[in-house]
């Protein structure tokens, strides 16, 4: 800017028009008057590279165990497999879930398709990453691979197809980078605020702020009943052996 | 910026320290700093009473004729019936539609069940006012009869319940109060805004500003596909025959 | 509906071929398959007008006493005067609070503008509803007086001009009808969700679900810092004899 | 609807008794039911690492020239330097806009502050990315310098602090990711849907669709007067070197 504040005392001086100061744009005002030290916001290292969880995120699975998780079926240590820094649905076995429940979140998964293609559709490479474990964001081997539109990988499952379809090849990893924003009900149980995510995959926007419309439904369509405000993240065991590393979330509420 | 402006200290008091200045909240400032005359506001009279046209609106029906508006099937001149200034449904004779097409707009409905109750469920007191001849707003006589909870009045038609039931008995006037914006499709055909709604009914919140899932469906689950920024009103003949008066639309774009 | 059921059966019969399954707009479903009963949906009777107070409302002003209501000031009985049913301010008492506090709402309000026009811009009719205490939405007599766009009558002051001016004369009531929803902020009091309002003024739509930037200023510009989540509701002593009746609330959280 | 489709009765079970089929759990329908192959989705081929460029993006900054953009001040040939495949600004010699306007976009940036520190708060490593030339998404040296909460890195410049500092040190390369709307006029020139912004900053979520309050202001306050759908990218010149690498857009509109 260029400094021009000697006119300004005189302008705000015992002898300006009403008229000149009326108007906004003719008003000069000190640059302070809209500069805000209050909330301060907290400094939060980010990893190395940009995949790699900040400072403030919670390591969901970082390469190494399985300690932040539970087997969906019974609560038992999750038979899925950890190998060379890489975690594999271990088909049949169930899904997996977090010990620790969640609300509004950052996450960021990495995940990889087979690289040896077997079956088709649905039935090729397919997993999900369901949050609070009723909101499907679709794991599928997506890569020259036709299936309906809402099903495809970066869906929001039978809910939003994404806006492209930015798959690598299989045996290639994939990144999502989401932000989910949970729902909300009042007290006669009516939902007052849905739930809102927002998806990047492979660094490519897929979902922009889209309205989830209730739990994700295989059958039959998504319906909101009000439920607790913190819930764990679940991981799908569709009996296709898709892996996984670099699981890692950082809680916005 | 580097410029620290001098002679600005000296406009907000010539001794205040720096650690004063650095807070928006101490600095002071003249308060026509945040008045604004652009853009300027038209002025709307509104009409003598709420529920009457303001200046600006389009009446869609007012109590004499039906000349804004065509059979859905054929486009001829519709065969309902305007009698003392009401507008009935001509059972089996078709839905009506506005020659006009609309995009974002404000609507006011005056509409009421038959007094004689006849039919139950979705068979009693059945219309429905749909926004781009796609969105139905539900037209149902509701007052103590069971239905499905997004199919009752003031329902969006089979996507969301209204948030309370605040029907008035068969043969009273209700009133819809309705913001409607149009979904927004991108070059690819792609949704980038969905379709919005915010509706009173008898002067009571039931849909508040809620996204709309894609056109409504009786069958199957609603699911946007591309469609003209503006498209007619339409108002469904469910072989009840519906009462309705003081119609009117705002635009909004 | 045609309702063409009997091939229906066969569709779904053993023999259909997976193609015609495939696509969504070729199966025939039962309709109740999108039909839901939970959650119900709760009954309130509408006032018998529609500006009057319906079943689950509480009236904050009702015509005949300010029970609900405290000084500003110090928290004793206000010194606004009741007279014949509507309430007016007593200049230079101060304003007056809800005993009550409330975070998402509709609230419905009636105002008057002395019909003895004194003063203009600013100076004329001025008054001021707040929600949390802290979010104006602007009460000015706006007939045929010119003032800023952002400050006039139905504003939410120094923030958001009203959608067109919808003001009726002097000694005439005006009507609010809004939706509040409170800000949402997190647990390092970072903002997550602004604060959000709807407005129709004598039934015209006049703030359609805008973000409020922070609580109003007069002086400087509006800012969030984190406070509870439900807070009384305000209503200012600009030293004009402004009146008011019918004053209710509906709790939305 | 009063179709009662005895076919169906059968279809879903002779016996079945009506209280089942209102229940829409309970009613069995065909997964195929939910699942659409429109809007087809169009394969995007990301690029071979996140931050590189999609297959349809419009790179803007690939390395080797300035071909997509010119003078802010007089349309020339920028005078800012390329080197060893880095852009940086030429301190005082203006900034540079883009030859093509754009409405709603994703965009990629990397930039770094000079990794000799120079000055501080505002008057070190300053620059700017505007979308549409008018909203600001900040480019300031916040490592370890204090400023204002709404002017550091990663804050839309004086509207929104950024939800946490994810700086990287001097010398390091930052990334942007952000997805920007387009604000919308009506045909009165007021304002009906308000810019929006989400940011990553080096991988972490800063701004979460946030609305923006109008085109930035450092004097004053924002304000939206209505503007072309799109309008080109400007990249300021505050007299500090700071430098840019892999600049690409995604048109969304």
Chains 1, 2, 3, 4 share one sequence.
């Not at 260029?2 to 906004?24: E, W």
């Not at 403030?56 to 999750?78: I, K, Q, T, Y």
């Not at 702020?209 to 439904?217: C, D, H, I, M, Y």
């Not at 319906?223 to 950082?250: C, G, M, T």
């Amino acid at each position: 800017m260029k400094c021009t504040c000697a006119p300004l005392l005189l302008l705000l001086g015992s002898f300006a028009p009403l008229s000149l100061l009326a108007q906004q744009n003719e008003t000069k005002l000190p640059p302070q008057a809209t500069e805000f030290y209050e909330p301060q916001v907290k400094v939060v290292s980010p990893g190395n590279e940009n995949h790699l969880p900040p400072a403030d995120a919670m390591v969901l699975f970082g390469g190494s165990d399985l300690n932040a998780w539970v087997s969906e079926r019974d609560g038992s240590f999750p038979k899925w497999t950890v190998e060379d820094g890489i975690l594999t649905v271990a088909p049949k076995t169930g899904g997996i879930k977090t010990k620790e429940a969640f609300g509004d979140v950052q996450v960021h998964i990495e995940w990889r398709a087979p690289e040896e293609v077997v079956g088709d559709g649905q039935g090729r490479g397919n997993s999900g990453f369901f949050f609070m474990g009723k909101y499907e964001l679709q794991i599928l081997d997506s890569y020259n691979n036709e299936t309906y539109s809402n099903g495809q990988a970066a869906s929001i499952y039978k809910q939003h197809p994404p806006l492209v379809n930015a798959m690598r090849a299989p045996g290639e990893w994939n990144t999502y980078d989401a932000v989910f924003t949970a729902p909300r009900f009042n007290q006669n149980g009516m939902l007052i605020a849905p739930a809102r995510i927002t998806v990047f995959h492979n660094g490519i926007l897929v979902q922009n702020n889209v309205e989830l419309r209730g739990p994700t439904q295989y059958i039959g369509i998504p319906h909101y009943v009000a439920h607790p405000e913190k819930l764990p993240f679940h991981i799908q065991d569709h009996s296709n052996p898709v892996s996984f590393r670099n699981i890692w979330v950082r809680k916005l509420d």
